[in-house]
Each structure stands twice: as structure tokens, then as C-alpha cells.
């Protein structure tokens, strides 16, 4: 299965992503995880890439399609993937398909979490002092949070066109959050 894990910045993604690969036949597949890694390891990509995640603007497509194509058959050899951060743009989710379809696969399902912009500013706001992520300031996550508004919300008519949209409310604790998501995949028999 292949699942995309859908949602503004601070919604939690990450945090259920790792959850929900625990005890399933699945791995995560990050971009924000692959560019700060190359960050960390001192990577011409990761020179590249550093000042646009640090003001929290969108790395290009081409940058993160690479990154994932890369994991795919890892992924595949597992069971599955949960994309996480990726895509978030309608280039992004067309090349997603493309590369799918070409291993005789296909994202499975799309999990929006739900959250409002004024939740997103005071949770975020909590994290600034302890995350230690360049982009966990006000100024960044405003950017971050209109990248996701202008260039990432347009994929929800995508996938709900394709039939693989479902929403889950991502306001509440991680545990009922979580417990959202599994009711949302055993509505769906997975
Ligand atoms: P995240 O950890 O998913 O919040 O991503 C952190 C930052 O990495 C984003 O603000 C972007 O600068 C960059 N990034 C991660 N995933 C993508 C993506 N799919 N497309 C473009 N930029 C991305």
C-alpha cells in the first residue's frame, strides 16, 4: 500500500508518519528528512538547498522527484510507503503517478489532516524555542504555511478527482489524531 500523508507544516505529519510505519510492512519517505540530511552531511545538494528550506520556500520539483524516485524500490521492497512532505505540487504529485505507474504501482490512498491555520500559529509556537530547525521561526513558518496554502492545497481537487482523498481531524492530541488515522484505514479495509 501507498499511502500519502497530507497536511499543512506542524500538523503532525511526521509524528504519525513514524507511528503508522511501526508494525506495518511500510517505510516513510520524508523530503524534508532527505534535504536535511543532505544538509547535515555537507552535500553539494544539501549547499544548494539550505537558504531556500532555511526561509521556508519550496526546493524545486525536479530536486525532490530525484530524491524519492531514488527510494522507491526500497519502498517497494518493504510493502509500501507512506510520502510525507511529498508532493506538494501538482508537478510533484503528476511525476508521483508517472514513476508509480512505471513499477506497476499507485498511491492507495491520501490522508488529509485537518487543521486550522490559527491552531497551526500557537502549536508552532510552542516549538520554536526546542526544535532546533532553522525554519521553526515566525517569519519562516508564515512562508512555509502560504507555500502549503498557494502551491500544496490545489492537490486536494487532484486526489479527490482520483477518489483517494479522506479527511481526518488533526486538531486533537497525537493519540486521537492517531486513533482518527486508524479508523480512517479500516474504513478503507487496510
Ligand atoms: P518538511 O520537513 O516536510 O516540513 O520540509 C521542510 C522543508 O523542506 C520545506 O519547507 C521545503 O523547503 C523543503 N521540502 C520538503 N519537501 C519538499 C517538497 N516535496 N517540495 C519542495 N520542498 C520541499
Not at 84 to 103: H, N, S
Not at 105 to 119: M, Y
Amino acid at each position: 500500500m501507498n499511502l500519502i500523508l497530507f497536511g499543512p507544516p506542524a500538523a503532525g505529519k511526521g509524528t504519525q508518519a513514524k507511528r503508522l510505519v511501526d508494525g506495518r510492512n511500510m517505510v516513510q519517505l520524508s523530503t524534508g528528512d532527505m534535504l536535511r540530511a543532505a544538509i547535515a552531511s555537507g552535500s553539494e545538494l544539501g549547499q544548494r538547498v539550505s537558504g531556500i528550506m532555511q526561509r521556508g520556500e519550496l526546493v524545486s520539483d525536479e530536486i525532490v522527484v530525484e530524491l524519492i524516485e531514488q527510494r522507491l524500490p526500497e519502498a517497494e521492497a518493504a510493502g509500501g510507503a507512506i510520502f510525507d512532505g511529498f508532493p506538494r505540487t501538482l508537478p510533484q504529485a503528476e511525476a508521483l503517478d508517472v514513476m508509480l505507474k512505471g513499477r506497476g504501482s499507485q498511491i492507495d490512498l491520501v490522508l488529509r489532516l485537518k487543521v486550522d491555520d490559527e491552531a497551526l500559529k500557537s502549536r508552532i509556537a510552542g516549538r520554536f524555542a526546542e526544535s532546533g530547525r532553522p525554519d521553526d521561526n515566525p517569519e519562516s513558518f508564515l512562508v512555509r504555511l502560504n507555500a502549503y496554502n498557494v502551491q500544496t492545497a490545489p492537490l486536494l481537487p487532484y486526489y479527490q478527482g482520483q477518489g483517494k482523498l479522506t479527511e481526518v481531524d488533526g486538531m486533537g492530541t497525537m493519540d486521537t489524531v492517531a486513533a482518527g488515522i486508524d479508523a480512517a484505514l479500516n474504513g478503507v479495509g487496510r
